[in-house]
């Protein structure tokens, strides 16, 4: 019956539509070496994609484009950039759901108070430096001027704290700033108070992406998704919010942000765009404080493609410039082809995994963080009773019946590596041993016979949510078909394939009971708080939705308190040995079933060049090339000013 009511539920929910989550051997010694992939097929590959295959296979390619150029950059070309999904609640940073593909976006049309560099350190880029106070708990941001949004509007101190707290009050956002209680700017300056120490910086886990994009104020105030009018933390009165609500005519799919494009048009859905043009008052232009000659480009047109095969043809048509993509299987097919240029990378990247809802019992810090007198049910209505996967045993005999090498050579050419946790090879907090359940089919069948106990279930019986993409549907068919050998009648999974539309939003508010996803990316461990905190695990409950960040809703003491040590002890050791500490929870808890780790490829025609090599102004060191998938656009130029062939 709960899960009658569970279904039923997320077919309404449904209606909160949000976007995409997860889409899709060493040299010899001679003059030409050779990649050899699971199938046995050898293909002879140019000694710089030969060293990058060497990068890959540590964990350490970064998607730099290594190609020598002795001409350019030239101006001009419109770029056709073919993306895996579309944007669910564009474009606001306090109401997007910002992943791969919409970053690509926010690249093009703003920019972020900091920058990851090529030395995988988050910096300064807006913003020109940040200084806190000896305890931690205040630091200002002096901010770059000279620097004016699309509309005219000036960056400055003002500008920037409307733009954070806007994140402070939105209910979707907000839990990224526990702990901060006061933002406000004055001249090129930001101020922050907070309650407890910040010392790796203020403001949310990520502050490259997400609530880190600057868009205007003059914008801002007219959406009607402004937290301002509609959330219950705003500082307005009631009167204010109705007064707020009643003007505001804006578009939020209309963004007005400060970077090297200026939006034109956008029109959402599979098979639709993005396009935004040169934008002449750019900050790093010939006019802008720095004088440099950025961009390049007339015009970019971000077109979205869902089915990898249909980008990928799309791209060898020439409908595209270049594509994305997290499809290894697609990308060993571009390995040793002349006719394009492959940048792989997965330094840094994201983990693939299968989420388990385990929503359940009593959330108490969240019940304490809303002052609550009495608890705070995670699961009221009981949608989620009848999932076995909250308890443990459910969750060990699923990992134990895994073969990941059989997997990762099956469906990803032997191109990726197993994971064993949510931090791969060459990140602060990897382990080769963290505890998590090998592959032992007997092991397996012991712990389901405990699972068929503690649930009370036989067959044991769950739902498996895919995308509807055509390869994930076929690669997560292939794990369902590792349980069923290892368990048999013992085990009953449904899979259920679901739009990119949907997918994520169902997630978020809690309406599973098992799905497959890609995420987690990112050069530092505290960009991954709000992901696995007990403060971001909400209650299931679509009659007061809820979109919660921890959306496996698990409940762990042990990587709260190891949190705590990476989001505010300035000690790298400490903060070392605090990851390693989350991700021994991982393994001893199985919260997740880990898969394998991504392997980004972008892929484009040879005329696009100096596709992810971005300079910071005022430093020796670049931008990180590619992490988790995103790039940036501003450098980009094509030959001879175009860029079709």
Same mark, same amino acid.
Request: aromatic share 10%.
């Given at each position: ?33 050779? @990649? ?20 890959? %296979?540590? +964990?350490?390619?970064?998607? $730099?484009?290594?190609? =020598? ?38 690249? @093009?049309?703003?920019?972020? /108070? ?13 913003? %020109? ?59 090129? #300056? ?14 949310? @886990? ?14 801002? &105030?007219?959406?009607?998704? #402004? ?15 109705? $007064? +707020? ?53 007339? %015009? ?26 997290? #499809?290894?299987? &697609? ?34 810090? /969240? ?9 705070? %049910? ?31 050579? &099956? ?80 085990? *009953? ?5 679901? *739009? ?18 890609? /995420? ?25 939705? =809820? ?14 308190? @190891? ?17 390693? &500490? ?14 394998? !780790? ?38 980009? !130029? ?8």
């Amino acid at each position: 019956m709960a899960r009658t009511r569970l279904l039923a539920a997320a077919a309404t929910f449904a209606l909160i539509a949000v976007a995409c989550a997860g889409g899709d051997n060493a040299p010899g010694a001679g003059s030409e070496p050779d @990649a050899t992939d699971a199938a046995g097929t050898v293909t002879t590959l140019a000694p710089q994609q030969a060293d990058v295959v060497e990068d890959r %296979e540590a +964990g350490e390619a970064t998607g $730099e484009d290594i190609r =020598e150029v002795s001409i350019g950059p030239d101006h001009g070309g419109r770029l056709v950039y073919g993306i895996e999904a579309d944007t669910a609640n564009p474009f606001a940073p306090h109401a997007a759901l910002c992943v791969i593909s919409c970053l690509m976006i926010m690249r @093009a049309i703003t920019e972020s /108070l900091y920058v990851t560099d090529a030395n995988g350190e988050i910096v300064p880029y807006l913003a %020109e430096s940040e200084t806190p106070n000896d305890d931690f708990t205040e630091w200002t941001l002096t901010i770059r001027e000279g620097i004016t949004f699309h509309d005219g509007t000036p960056l400055d101190g003002e500008a920037v704290a409307y733009n954070i707290n806007l994140c402070r009050y939105s209910q979707q956002t907000g839990p990224g700033y526990l702990g901060i209680d006061n933002v406000w700017g004055e001249g090129q #300056n930001v101020y922050y108070e907070t309650s407890i120490p910040f010392a790796t910086g203020p403001g949310p @886990a990520s502050r490259e992406q997400g609530c880190g994009f600057m868009f205007s104020p003059a914008w801002l &105030e007219t959406l009607p998704n #402004n937290p301002l009018y509609t959330s219950p933390s705003s500082p307005l009165t009631q009167t204010e919010k109705a $007064e +707020g609500l009643a003007a505001a005519d804006g578009d939020p799919a209309a963004p007005v942000g400060l970077g090297a494009f200026r939006f034109v048009d956008y029109t959402p859905g599979n098979g639709n765009s993005f396009i935004a043009e040169r934008n002449p008052d750019y900050w790093r232009g010939p006019d802008g404080i720095t004088g440099e000659d950025l961009p390049y480009l007339d %015009e970019i047109e971000f077109v979205v493609a869902v089915d990898i095969g249909g980008r990928s043809n799309g791209l060898r048509a020439g409908q595209f410039d270049i594509i994305h993509t997290s #499809n290894a299987d &697609e990308i060993a097919k571009y390995e040793g082809d002349d006719e394009f240029v492959l940048l792989q990378a997965n330094h840094f990247g994201e983990v693939n995994y299968s989420l388990m809802n385990v929503a359940s019992g009593q959330n108490r810090t /969240l019940a304490a963080l809303r002052g609550l007198d009495g608890p705070l %049910e995670m699961d009221p209505l009981g949608l989620n009773a009848a999932n076995p996967l909250v308890h443990l045993s459910c969750r060990k005999a699923l990992a134990h019946a895994f073969d990941g090498e059989r997997f990762v050579n &099956e469906r990803h050419q032997g191109l990726v590596k197993v994971a064993n946790g949510p931090f791969p090879p060459g990140s602060v907090g990897h382990l080769e041993d963290s505890g998590y359940p090998s592959f032992d089919v007997d092991a397996a069948r012991a712990e389901l016979e405990q699972c068929k106990t503690d649930s009370g279930q036989n067959p044991v019986t769950f739902s498996f949510n895919t995308t509807n993409d055509a390869f994930n549907v076929e690669s997560n068919e292939l794990i369902i078909s590792m349980w069923r050998q290892a368990f048999g009648d013992d085990l *009953e999974v449904t899979i259920q394939p679901i *739009e990119q539309g949907q997918y994520f939003g169902l997630a978020l508010a809690g309406l599973f009971e098992m799905l497959a996803l890609r /995420l987690h990316g990112g050069v530092d461990p505290i960009e991954q708080w709000l992901w696995w905190n007990s403060a971001t695990a909400l209650p299931v409950d679509p009659t007061v939705p =809820e979109l919660a960040w921890n959306m496996g809703r698990f409940q762990d003491g042990d990587i709260d308190a @190891a949190y705590y040590v990476i989001r505010h002890n300035p000690e790298p050791a400490a903060r070392q040995q605090a990851a390693e &500490e989350v991700n021994r929870a991982f393994g001893r808890n199985v919260w997740n079933l880990w898969t394998h !780790w991504t392997l980004w490829g972008v892929v484009a025609d040879p005329r696009v060049r100096n596709i992810t090599d971005l300079s910071i102004p005022g430093s020796d060191v670049g931008a990180f090339p590619v992490i988790a998938g995103a790039h940036h656009v501003a450098q980009i !130029w094509c030959t001879d000013g175009d860029c079709q062939r």
